[in-house]
């Protein structure tokens, strides 16, 4: 018993480690777009 549970929270500790990282590769691409809007936006008024 003890050890389902054990294996159990490893599983979980992987999909937290595993959305931990696709949250900041979101957090990066985000912040990637946001500068590319930004020059643009310089470019146009310009």
Known sequence: WVRDRLTKDDD???DIDFLSDQVDMWKESARK???KYHA???E???
Do not use: C, G, T
Request: proline residues 0%; charged residues 35%; hydrophobic residues 60%.
């Open 44 to 46: 146009m008024e310009a």
């Open 12 to 14: 979980m500790m992987a």
């Open 40 to 42: 643009l936006k310089k």
């Open 33 to 35: 777009m946001s500068d």
